[in-house]
């Protein structure tokens, strides 16, 4: 049974930080393409940072670059989103995906583009 699974979320003042974790069962992440995305309130679903099992490069969205790290821990089957100097505008629901396919994450447009979701994490941003 293939599962994701993100967790990690909180309630955090602006100037904090969290760490999400997103679990992998029932598959490695070794042939896939890994995303992080969010959905803030009222809005669309956004891909804010992809990591390539394959090479190890990463992407992140300009309102992120800097201040969120993408790793992974293969040994676990886990990879992380490290997230510094958050900001009430990064309050969303947080969650992760995959996709075979190496560019789905840095064309994502819809949800059906990857081929596996986690059930999201809320991240909290008070000022």
């Known amino acids: 049974d293939v599962q994701l699974q993100a967790s990690g979320g909180g309630l955090v003042q602006a100037g904090g930080s969290l760490r999400l974790s997103c679990a992998a069962s029932?598959?490695?992440?070794?042939?896939?393409?890994i995303g992080w995305f969010r959905r803030a309130p009222g809005k669309e679903r956004d891909r804010i940072s992809c990591?390539?099992?394959?090479?190890?490069?990463?992407y992140y969205t300009d309102s992120v670059k800097g201040r969120f790290t993408f790793s992974s821990d293969n040994a676990k089957n886990t990879v992380y989103l490290q997230m510094n100097s958050l900001k009430p505008e990064d309050t969303a629901v947080y969650y992760c995906?995959?996709?075979?396919?190496?560019?789905?994450?840095?064309?994502?447009?819809?949800?059906?583009?990857?081929?596996?979701w986690g059930k999201g994490t809320q991240v909290t941003v008070s000022s």
């Open positions: 995906a995959v996709s075979r396919f190496p560019d789905r994450c840095l064309t994502f447009t819809y949800d059906y583009e990857m081929d596996y």
């Open positions: 029932g598959f490695t992440f070794d042939d896939y393409v």
């Open positions: 990591l390539s099992s394959s090479d190890g490069s990463t």
